[in-house]
Nanobody, 123 residues
């Protein structure tokens, strides 16, 4: 059974950087689509970025130019490098995966989720 485990969350001041990691276990290969989502208190879960098995990426407008998603298929690990962080980036960040060959920024398109990693950005 495929499992996802995030790490790397924490607290940082505005303008700082953090890197999230998501390790895949229970599978002999990396999922086709992997993405990062976030959910702030009282708000819906929103897509941050996704990456296909061949490296195609897509970002939410709110993070373009500041966040970079990447993956190491050999290590079966997904990353999210976050720079120029803003207080509005504060949220629980979730790693997600799906075996379907159609990637999406919608959370309904993913069937495997990590437990979440808290990111807090102070002004």
């Amino acid at each position: 059974q495929l499992q996802l485990v995030e790490s790397g969350g924490g607290s940082v001041q505005a303008g700082g950087s953090l890197r999230l990691s998501c390790a895949v276990s229970g599978s002999t290969y990396a999922p086709w689509c992997m993405g990062w989502f976030r959910q702030a208190p009282g708000k819906e879960r929103e897509g941050v970025a996704y990456i296909t098995n061949t490296g195609t990426t897509r970002y939410a407008d709110s993070v373009k130019g500041r966040f970079t998603i990447s993956r190491d298929n050999a290590k079966k690990t997904l990353y999210l490098q976050m720079s120029s962080l803003k207080p509005e980036d504060t949220a629980m960040y979730y790693c997600a995966a799906t075996e379907t060959p159609v990637c999406t920024m919608l959370f309904s398109g993913y069937n495997k989720w990590g437990q979440g990693a808290q990111v807090t950005v102070s002004s």
